[in-house]
């Protein structure tokens, strides 16, 4: 009796479980999803709004993606044990697969379904970025922007919480986790920030997610350029902010009271 040929040892090449992930480089010849075309872009604009939109999507087929491979291996361990001959001795009351088989079938139609809802993204992405309008130009930082503005630029407004959320990412205390394949994603952090700040600076582009592990085991949050950019200047601005309060320290001596003689009266 002939056999099928034994599987090429040895892992994969790449990660099975980031299917999503590796259509989008590849359509975009790019490294990593923050290198796609649009991805620093303002989320109001048409192509930050699809480039944010591809992201969420090649996370979503990430996840179903993994949950197969899961089942995937749980149904051929038990299949082995059939090959084997020991599952013999085992009450099969709802069958070898029960309902193992079904929920492979599902998350297979959801894969094919967000497959091809993401090569469409990427497809009208290509497009969006082909005829997209000339940048502005680059406005000199530093130095450079005080002579030319006549002062130094003020930095992207952010509100209160946002800064603070801000500096808890570029110390690395905030990270992105899930719970389930159906469920978005929720920040934890050991800082009291706030996860609606985090969330804003992830839609503007100043944060991402460090996408080397899955969000199942927590995604580290990282500042992007932009985003260590307007750090840096936010830094700079408080410590200016700081210096005169420092200058007018309570511990310099204050000038003394001139002396003024009083002239004697009836002399």
């Known amino acids: ?26 359509v975009f010849g790019v490294e990593r999803l923050s290198a796609i075309p649009g991805w620093h872009d303002d989320e109001d604009s048409p192509l930050g709004r699809s480039a944010d939109e591809i992201h969420r999507t090649a996370r979503r ?20 044990r059939v090959v084997n001959g020991d599952d013999v001795d085992l009450p099969q009351t709802h069958g070898l697969l029960g309902s193992s088989a079904l929920a492979l079938d599902l998350l297979c139609a959801r894969r094919a379904e967000l497959h091809q809802h993401l090569d469409a993204l990427t497809q009208l992405h290509k497009i969006l970025a082909a005829n997209r309008p000339p940048a502005t130009p680059v406005q000199p930082e530093g130095p450079a922007a005080a002579r030319t503005a006549g002062g130094p630029q003020r930095p992207a407004k952010l509100n209160e919480a946002q800064r603070k959320a801000l500096d808890a990412v570029a ?20 800082e009291p920030v706030s996860a609606v700040s985090v969330t804003a ?14 969000l199942y085991q927590g995604q580290k949050l990282r500042l992007t350029a932009a985003g260590t950019r307007l ?21 310099a ?6 002396i003024h003689q009083v002239p004697r009266a009836g002399r």
């Not at 600076?201 to 899955?214: G, H, Y």
């Open 1 to 26: 009796m002939s056999t099928l040929p034994s599987p090429p040892a040895g892992p994969p090449a790449t990660d099975p479980t980031k299917v999503g992930t590796a259509l989008v480089l590849a």
């Open 61 to 80: 087929l990430d996840h179903v993606q993994q949950s197969m491979v899961s089942l995937a291996s749980t149904i051929r361990r038990d299949m082995q």
């Open 171 to 190: 110390r690395g205390r905030v990270h992105l986790q899930a719970g389930s394949v159906r469920s978005s994603a929720r920040v934890t952090t050991s």
């Open 201 to 214: 600076l992830i839609k503007r582009k100043l944060v991402e997610a460090d996408t080397r592990t899955s």
């Open 231 to 251: 750090h840096a200047a936010v830094v700079g601005a408080a410590s200016r902010q700081a210096s005169p309060a420092a200058a007018a320290s309570p511990e």
């Open 253 to 258: 001596p204050a000038p003394m009271a001139g």
